[in-house]
């Protein structure tokens, strides 16, 4: 892991290596155009094509209805079930929180605004199924999606090799009331989701996490259907003065490393003798981890940052914008209002991401590669659309009216104009 000096650092310098840029993502955009192309034309076909050249696996359907689904998550051991109970408790009182009611506002006498939530109607979840199979990424998709009231949730992961889910996928199912999971992953689960197959509804809005293909898909479907938010490779920044413990540092940055191979750990801290230390631990943890592979290629990936003060962490911390931001500091409740740009924040020694990442009940889809500069973490809020109400009275009509009329009739909008003055008449008739 490379370390830089902050006060070393130009503008430029600064801007590229906050940069997420990789050098084939032109290659990649031609390969996901093509498999969206040919989603489109040839549907299931396309699709069955796909997993047996991408997943491997000869499909007889593409997805796994209700009767198979609980049979495959009766398979699950009591430890993990228990588990996933605990965490899917955890995430829908988190999200149920969410849920609120807007009061009706009278902006002047006689005019009544408000808004009501409705649930998106059709939404879809892609469950990544690649190097790590994330039952916690179902949770964290559908649990708000029931709680928001979507009517049909699709749910697509790329199938295993026996040409089915896993148990802890499929329990996630029987938790939360979903009868079908469809078995396909990547890019063509992005197309199929968008604009449908035979076997795959067309649904409104897609989301969730995956690599470079899924991103780069959602992407490219955005004039047919909406998506949640730009979320690709993982990425953690973990501001660490000398109050930090090395070990749970270290921990925490290979945590992300062993997402994938193009993950990020970024290291910012105020003491080159913890950066040191950090460093140390890191090889000496790395070296028993069972995806020691992919996480050596993400640490080689990443680097660490060496600052003045924790104000020049906080400074290079909002210019990354990074998916997950861990403050391993006791000081961490003075550096809260400095935050400005980040999906998640993990406060103090003891926080580690993981919790946020399984069972704390906050939500782990969260933008990454620079967008949490402008997007937020998936929410309840994100399933929802708000709709706004207004209603006038008789004397709500007077009291607005020449207001509208002045401003139509400024805009040369003649019918506008009417729409008011012809109701105004009508009063004036009346009264």
Same mark, same amino acid.
């Given at each position: 892991?490379?370390?830089?000096?902050?006060?070393?650092?130009?503008?430029?310098?600064?801007?590229?290596?906050?940069?997420?840029?990789?050098?084939?993502?032109?290659?990649?955009?031609?390969?996901?155009?093509?498999?969206?192309?040919?989603?489109?034309?040839?549907?299931?076909?396309?699709?069955?094509?796909?997993?047996?050249?991408?997943? @491997? =696996?000869? /499909?007889?359907?593409?997805?796994?209805?209700? *009767?198979?689904?609980?049979?495959?998550?009766? &398979? !699950? $051991?009591?430890?993990?079930?228990?588990?996933?109970?605990?965490?899917?408790?955890?995430?829908?009182?988190?999200?149920?929180?969410?849920?609120?009611?807007?009061?009706?506002?009278?902006?002047?006498?006689?005019?009544?605004?408000?808004?009501?939530?409705?649930?998106?109607?059709?939404?879809?979840?892609?469950?990544?199924?690649?190097?790590?199979?994330?039952?916690?990424?179902?949770?964290?998709?559908?649990?708000?999606?029931?709680?928001?009231?979507?009517?049909?949730?699709?749910?697509?992961?790329?199938?295993?090799?026996?040409?089915?889910?896993?148990?802890?996928?499929?329990?996630?199912?029987?938790?939360?009331?979903?009868? @079908? =999971?469809? /078995?396909?992953?990547?890019?063509?689960?992005? *197309?199929?989701?968008?604009?449908?197959?035979? &076997? !795959? $509804?067309?649904?409104?809005?897609?989301?969730?996490?995956?690599?470079?293909?899924?991103?780069?898909?959602?992407?490219?479907?955005?004039?047919?259907?909406?998506?949640?938010?730009?979320?690709?490779?993982?990425?953690?920044?973990?501001?660490?003065?000398?109050?930090?413990?090395?070990?749970?540092?270290?921990?925490?940055?290979?945590?992300?490393?062993?997402?994938?191979?193009?993950?990020?750990?970024?290291?910012?801290?105020?003491?080159?003798?913890?950066?040191?230390?950090?460093?140390?631990?890191?090889?000496?943890?790395?070296?028993?981890?069972?995806?020691?592979?992919?996480?050596?290629?993400?640490?080689?990936?990443?680097?660490?940052?060496?600052?003045?003060?924790?104000?020049?962490?906080?400074?290079?911390?909002?210019?990354?914008?990074?998916?997950?931001?861990?403050?391993?500091?006791?000081?961490?409740?003075?550096?809260?209002?400095?935050?400005?740009?980040?999906?998640?924040?993990?406060?103090?020694?003891?926080?580690?991401?993981?919790?946020?990442?399984?069972?704390?009940?906050?939500?782990?889809?969260?933008?990454?590669?620079?967008?949490?500069?402008?997007?937020?973490?998936?929410?309840?809020?994100?399933?929802?659309?708000?709709?706004?109400?207004?209603?006038?009275?008789?004397?709500?009509?007077?009291?607005?009216?020449?207001?509208?009329?002045?401003?139509?009739?400024?805009?040369?909008?003649?019918?506008?104009?009417?729409?008011?003055?012809?109701?105004?008449?009508?009063?004036?008739?009346?009264?």
């Amino acid at each position: 892991m490379k370390v830089y000096n902050y006060k070393d650092l130009s503008k430029d310098n600064v801007e590229e290596i906050c940069s997420r840029q990789i050098g084939d993502d032109k290659l990649i955009e031609e390969r996901v155009l093509a498999i969206i192309k040919e989603v489109k034309k040839e549907g299931d076909l396309a699709l069955l094509k796909f997993a047996k050249e991408f997943d @491997k =696996v000869e /499909l007889g359907k593409l997805f796994l209805d209700a *009767a198979e689904i609980k049979q495959i998550a009766s &398979t !699950i $051991p009591a430890e993990a079930k228990k588990a996933i109970e605990t965490a899917y408790a955890n995430i829908q009182k988190f999200h149920q929180s969410q849920l609120k009611n807007e009061d009706k506002v009278e902006t002047m006498p006689g005019v009544v605004c408000w808004r009501e939530s409705r649930g998106i109607e059709k939404v879809g979840l892609y469950i990544p199924g690649g190097t790590a199979v994330l039952p916690s990424t179902f949770l964290m998709l559908a649990t708000p999606a029931v709680i928001a009231g979507c009517k049909e949730i699709v749910v697509c992961s790329p199938p295993q090799a026996d040409g089915k889910t896993n148990c802890y996928l499929a329990y996630c199912a029987l938790l939360l009331g979903i009868e @079908k =999971v469809y /078995l396909v992953g990547g890019a063509q689960a992005v *197309a199929a989701m968008a604009y449908g197959t035979a &076997t !795959i $509804p067309q649904v409104y809005k897609i989301f969730g996490p995956g690599n470079r293909y899924v991103t780069t898909a959602k992407t490219m479907v955005q004039s047919k259907v909406a998506i949640d938010m730009p979320a690709g490779p993982s990425e953690v920044l973990v501001v660490a003065d000398e109050t930090a413990n090395p070990s749970f540092v270290a921990a925490d940055l290979l945590a992300q490393a062993e997402h994938g191979i193009d993950s990020q750990s970024i290291l910012v801290s105020t003491s080159a003798e913890i950066i040191n230390e950090i460093l140390k631990q890191v090889d000496k943890q790395l070296d028993v981890l069972p995806r020691k592979a992919i996480a050596t290629k993400a640490i080689d990936n990443s680097y660490a940052i060496l600052v003045d003060d924790l104000a020049s962490a906080m400074d290079f911390s909002n210019q990354y914008a990074p998916e997950h931001l861990i403050l391993a500091t006791d000081n961490f409740e003075m550096l809260i209002p400095l935050i400005i740009n980040a999906g998640s924040v993990f406060l103090g020694n003891l926080t580690p991401e993981s919790v946020g990442d399984y069972a704390s009940g906050t939500n782990h889809t969260l933008p990454t590669s620079g967008f949490a500069k402008a997007y937020s973490g998936v929410s309840t809020d994100a399933f929802l659309k708000k709709i706004t109400f207004q209603y006038l009275t008789d004397n709500g009509l007077k009291n607005i009216g020449a207001t509208v009329e002045t401003l139509a009739a400024a805009e040369s909008l003649q019918a506008h104009r009417n729409a008011v003055t012809l109701r105004l008449k009508d009063i004036i008739k009346n009264d």
